[in-house]
C-alpha cells in the first residue's frame, strides 16, 4: 500500500485560497477556475491539506496555528525559493503588498513571478504552483497570501520576520480576534 501523507506546494496555494475567502461560500469548480487547476488537483490538495492537519474534517476550515507553524517553520526548507534572472512579472515577497510599504528596497531589488503580462521587472521568483500569477491577479487578498509567503522562502532575516508578523495579523482579522 502506497502513503502519499506528503504536502505538495499546490496544497498550500489551496489553503491559502481557503484563508483568502475566509466566510464566503465556494465551491471546488470556483477554486479550480479561479487557481487555474482541474477540479481534481483542488480536491487532492484540500484532501493531503486535511491529513498533515491544515484543514478540519469539512476541508473548509483552517487550523491557523498548524498553517501557520508550517509556513513560519517549514517553508524556507519545503519549498525554496532562490532569486533567478531579471524578468517581466508579478511582484511578490517584499516587492508586494504588504511589505512594499514597509521595506524600501530599490530597482535592482525586486521579486517577481515570471509572467508576460506582468507589470513589474525584477528577479525571477519561481511560484509555488505555475498558474499563481494569473491567480493572484485575480484575487489581491490571495496576491498578499502568497507574497508574504514568498518573503519568508526567500527573504532575509527581517524580511521573513515583518511576513510572518504580516500573515499572523491577517489570519487574526480573518477571525475577527481584537488586534494589539
Known sequence: ?????????????????????????W????FAYELGMSQSEVSSALERARRVGFLDGSKRKVFKSAFFEFLKYGMKYVFP????????????AHSAAPLAEKIISNDNDQYVWPYSEGD???????PLYPTVPEAAKKDPE?????????????????EQKLAQDELWLWMKRAEGAPLP
Open 1 to 25: 500500500m502506497k502513503l502519499s501523507w506528503g504536502i505538495k506546494p499546490q496544497d498550500v496555494v489551496v489553503v491559502l485560497k481557503v484563508l483568502a475567502r475566509t466566510n464566503k461560500p
Open 27 to 30: 465551491r471546488h469548480l470556483d
Open 81 to 92: 525559493a532562490e532569486p533567478g534572472r531579471l524578468v517581466r512579472g508579478v511582484p511578490t
Open 120 to 126: 513589474m521587472r525584477g528577479q525571477a521568483i519561481e
Open 142 to 158: 490571495l496576491h498578499k497570501l502568497l507574497a508574504l509567503v514568498d518573503a519568508i522562502r526567500v527573504g532575509r532575516v527581517r
